[in-house]
């Protein structure tokens, strides 16, 4: 399969994971990792399933990731969407967790906007967590991710 993975990050966490695939990946796959602001149309040539990975911010995708959905023809892919964010059970403000418990999460907002458009996604979104607001990833993260993603056998 023709895989692309697009994501975007600002503290290196989201690109961690983006960057996980290639290690877990069989080689009959073609894959090509971009981070969002390196992306170009030619990317998209014969591209057939799309990982988009975002970190969430306000209780959704960055703004590039949410236009980059806006911009390419949702339908004609397969796609697969997950985020980084907070786990409101390690947070102390009663507040926030409360917000981001209701309000949610990146991967989720994409899933919804991509089948809202025709997309097929392959499996749930997912949201793999990050100490306080920069990171570092949570222990055990890259493989949570690892498994979730190759329970496709691609
Ligand atoms: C301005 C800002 C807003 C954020 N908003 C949320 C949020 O709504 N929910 C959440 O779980 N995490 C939030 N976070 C934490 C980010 O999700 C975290 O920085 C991100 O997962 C790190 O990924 P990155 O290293 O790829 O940038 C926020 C962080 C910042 C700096």
Redesign the pocket.
């Not at 009663?94 to 309000?103: A, G, Q, R, T, Y």
């Given at each position: 399969m023709n895989i692309l993975v697009v994501y975007d990050?600002?503290?290196?966490?989201?690109?961690r994971i983006a960057l996980a695939i290639k290690d877990s990946i069989s080689e009959k796959n073609h894959v090509i990792i971009k981070k969002i602001s390196n992306f170009a149309d030619k990317d998209l040539a014969g591209i057939e399933l799309i990982v988009i990975g975002s970190?969430?911010?306000?209780?959704r995708p960055t703004e590039v990731i949410r236009k980059f959905l806006k911009k390419i023809d949702i339908k004609k892919y397969k796609w697969i969407a997950f985020d980084?964010?907070?786990n409101p059970d390690l947070i102390n403000s009663k507040i926030l967790k409360l917000m981001?418990k209701n309000?949610g999460?990146a991967a989720p907002y994409m899933a919804k906007i991509i089948k809202k458009s025709g997309g097929k996604m392959l499996l749930e979104p997912e949201t793999f967590f990050?100490i306080g607001?920069?990171?570092p990833l949570v222990k055990g993260e890259i493989d949570r991710f690892q498994k979730w993603f190759n329970s496709l056998n691609l």
């Amino acid at each position: 399969m023709n895989i692309l993975v697009v994501y975007d990050s600002y503290f290196g966490n989201t690109e961690r994971i983006a960057l996980a695939i290639k290690d877990s990946i069989s080689e009959k796959n073609h894959v090509i990792i971009k981070k969002i602001s390196n992306f170009a149309d030619k990317d998209l040539a014969g591209i057939e399933l799309i990982v988009i990975g975002s970190p969430t911010r306000a209780f959704r995708p960055t703004e590039v990731i949410r236009k980059f959905l806006k911009k390419i023809d949702i339908k004609k892919y397969k796609w697969i969407a997950f985020d980084t964010g907070v786990n409101p059970d390690l947070i102390n403000s009663k507040i926030l967790k409360l917000m981001v418990k209701n309000f949610g999460y990146a991967a989720p907002y994409m899933a919804k906007i991509i089948k809202k458009s025709g997309g097929k996604m392959l499996l749930e979104p997912e949201t793999f967590f990050v100490i306080g607001n920069e990171g570092p990833l949570v222990k055990g993260e890259i493989d949570r991710f690892q498994k979730w993603f190759n329970s496709l056998n691609l």
